[in-house]
């Protein structure tokens, strides 16, 4: 019985993390593009999203496709963080090449604790991207307040206030035509290959990742 719960949590885990790692491309995620990513039928897909929706975790959007609610978003961003940490260990302390420890951290991932994954991250000193680069989400309880990081390495959801803007002058006075200022609260929307959508002022902006990567903000930790 241990086995069977254990095996439906990480069932539910992977379908979060892929509707959560796809709609940084397209959200809501539509549904067909979700069967192709996980290579299941339709009918597990929608059956499964089915049960998801019943616990909160995602919302169905007609004629769209479904997208995480925050309790979803939430658990998702976990499971990320964890995936992420380990990747940075496997590789950096351990030698192993990416790809392996890719696949090593996608099984470890569902039995770290959140104390061992606290733990995990203050040994390596609070990293803030994998080895390939993508963000590892923020920890509730290891404070990231002294942290200055560049916009473009927050995930969707995440919050935080500028602190300063690095650029090239024609740069910085567009962002400070758009109120791209230092001490502005910002929210990042959404994310794709080229451009992040964010929330300013109550105001969505739209900027490219070169852009993007000129401003730099304090996250703002709950």
């Excluded at 963080?81 to 991932?109: M, N, P, T, Y």
């Excluded at 006075?173 to 290959?193: F, I, R, S």
Aim: aromatic fraction near 6%; proline fraction near 6%.
């Amino acid at each position: 019985m241990v086995v069977s719960n254990q095996s439906q949590s990480e069932n539910v885990q992977m379908y979060l993390v892929t509707i959560y790692r796809m709609r940084e491309r397209e959200s809501p995620v539509p549904v067909p593009l979700l069967v192709e990513e996980m290579g299941l039928t339709p009918a597990s897909i929608n059956e499964m999203c089915r049960k998801l929706e019943k616990e909160h975790l995602l919302n169905y959007v007609p004629y769209s496709g479904v997208i995480l609610t925050e309790k979803g978003e939430k658990l998702a961003r976990n499971i990320i963080r964890k995936h992420r940490l380990w990747e940075v260990f496997l590789v950096g302390k351990l030698g192993f090449d990416f790809e392996e420890a890719h696949e090593i951290s996608c099984q470890l991932e569902h039995y770290t604790q959140d104390d061992l994954a606290d733990r995990l991250e203050e040994f390596l000193e609070q990293p803030q991207v994998n080895p390939r680069g993508e963000p590892i989400p923020w920890s509730k309880t290891v404070s990231k307040g002294n942290l200055v990081v560049p916009l473009l390495g927050l995930s969707p959801g995440e919050e935080a206030k500028i602190t300063h803007l690095d650029g090239e002058k024609i740069e910085i006075g567009y962002l400070l035509k758009n109120e791209m200022k230092p001490g502005e609260e910002v929210q990042v929307m959404a994310v794709d290959d080229t451009s992040m959508l964010i929330l300013i002022r109550g105001e969505h902006l739209v900027l490219s990742h070169e852009l993007a990567e000129k401003v730099y903000v304090q996250p703002i930790v709950e």
